[in-house]
């Protein structure tokens, strides 16, 4: 097989599959009975063109006689007045309009014959029309109870293209909602063990140097009060014994003063 051959045997596989999804089965059941109510019109229009002109025959037909008796009366007048020239002639004429009366009556009786034909045509179309009409009505009563049936039956299994989106929704959220909670145990299990430090005591160390970081700072308040108390004590001594002296000498000059005042 070709290359052109497969393609156009692909594409037209693709026009019929889009074709089936894009058929309706109940609008092409009232396109048909459309086309046939349409057709059912035309045969009917036939009947009456074809009765119309066979009663313009009937018409001509009566006419043609009627010339036809009128010759015939004048031929008698003509005759009994002793003009038998006038009566030959009216005689011919008559018998020129009694061949085309027996032409037209052919015709008529063609016609005739066309009109009951179409006539019977028509009716039995007709009748088809109306049994394809109710078998219509029917097929399409029995498509939408089976499309309704169904979709419901579609609802309820949860296939449906929308349900089944929702679904897949339904069955995301519950994944996810699955992984943040063995997330959250997961980080729960790490920081209890200590694998994984709190974020609350970010910088701060695991237990042990936290211990002997607060030891090691104890240690050096002790040492720099001990410092401290060593430094203080002589300073304490020497202000208690000059402290008296200070005091003389600051009592004797206050004397000294008033007494050159005086």
């Given at each position: 097989m070709?290359?052109?051959?497969?393609i156009s045997l692909i594409f037209r596989s693709k026009a019929s599959t889009a074709l089936d999804r894009a058929e309706d089965p109940r609008e092409t059941l009232d396109y048909s009975y459309q086309r046939q109510v349409e057709l059912l019109a035309k045969v009917r229009r036939g009947v009456a063109d074809v009765a119309t002109s066979r009663k313009r025959v009937e018409l001509q037909v009566a006419q043609l006689r009627q010339q036809e008796n009128k010759l015939t009366d004048q031929a008698q007048k003509a005759l009994a007045m002793g003009r038998e020239d006038?009566?030959?002639?009216?005689l011919t004429r008559k018998s020129a309009i009694t061949a085309q009366v027996g032409d037209l009556a052919a015709q008529q009786a063609q016609l005739q014959?066309?009109?009951?034909?179409?006539?019977?045509?028509?009716?039995?179309?007709?009748?088809?029309?109306?049994?394809?009409?109710?078998?219509?009505?029917t097929i399409k009563a029995t498509y939408t109870a089976a499309e309704a049936q169904t979709r419901i039956n579609e609802a309820f299994s949860g296939i449906s293209e929308e349900m089944g989106d929702v679904g897949l929704a339904v069955q995301r959220a519950e994944d996810k909602t699955a992984q943040m909670q063995a997330r959250a145990g997961a980080i729960d299990e790490l920081i209890a063990s200590g694998a994984l430090d709190d974020a609350s005591s970010i910088n701060r160390g695991d237990d042990i140097a936290r211990e002997l970081e607060a030891m090691s700072s104890q240690s050096d308040v002790e040492s720099e009060l001990a410092a401290l108390k060593a430094k203080s004590a002589p300073q304490s001594i020497e202000a208690g014994d000059s402290t008296?002296?200070?005091?003389l000498t600051a009592q004797q000059g206050e004397q000294q003063k008033q007494e050159g005042q005086a």
């Open positions: 070709s290359l052109m051959k497969r006038l009566a030959r002639e009216a014959g066309e009109e009951e034909k179409l006539t019977l045509a028509s009716q039995r179309l007709q009748a088809k029309v109306e049994s394809f009409r109710t078998r219509k009505e008296p002296q200070a005091e």
